[in-house]
């Protein structure tokens, strides 16, 4: 049986997937990364790219920034770099949560969208009922991801402390950040040809 592999089955993937109204721009451990998650986590590096690259290099935004090789490679092709370590992220994270029992399943991009329309209409229910809660009425959908991420990052800390192992909580920071940065590099690499 045929199976194919590499360029031409990412080829074929993206082809059936685009011809179904998605467009997959990259694969992460194995699975397929769409357009619309990438160009949320694309906005939110870009500034901080563009940023990092102009005092770095000492160059000025103009319109052909993204398109002009610094030090051998673009800032375009730094700000995809950069998406896609922003997207491994959430899925590591999401992953490492999964295997400390702390969520039920990684949750897509447009899950995590779905939950965030569903939070800012529950909170505007409660504000409409008179009911107190906490934080912002609606949520901003950037600031939404970046809690959730933040949250599940600070129950990995906090179970990683609650273990048997005495560690201060500096220490699990350290080592959960460098499992996180392991996990990401592990995915990143496997999917450069």
Known sequence: MFRPTGCLALFLLSTALACAGETVVAILGGQPV?????RFHE???KTNVASRIMRLHG???SPDFWTTEVDGVTPGETL???ALRSIARFRVVQTLAVEQGLLEAVMSYR????????ENLRRKEMKEAGEIFY????FRKDVYISVRLEQLTRALQKAALSDEVILEEDAVKTQLEE???KRIDSLIDANTP
């Not at 899950?111 to 569903?118: N, P, R, S, Y």
């Not at 934080?135 to 609606?138: F, L, M, S, Y």
């Open 135 to 138: 934080g912002p009425v609606q």
């Open 111 to 118: 899950d995590m969208i779905t939950a965030f329309h569903e």
């Open 34 to 38: 769409f357009e619309d998650e990438y």
């Open 59 to 61: 160059v000025d935004m």
């Open 80 to 82: 995809k770099n950069e």
């Open 43 to 45: 906005e939110r590096v």
């Open 179 to 181: 499992i996180i940065r």
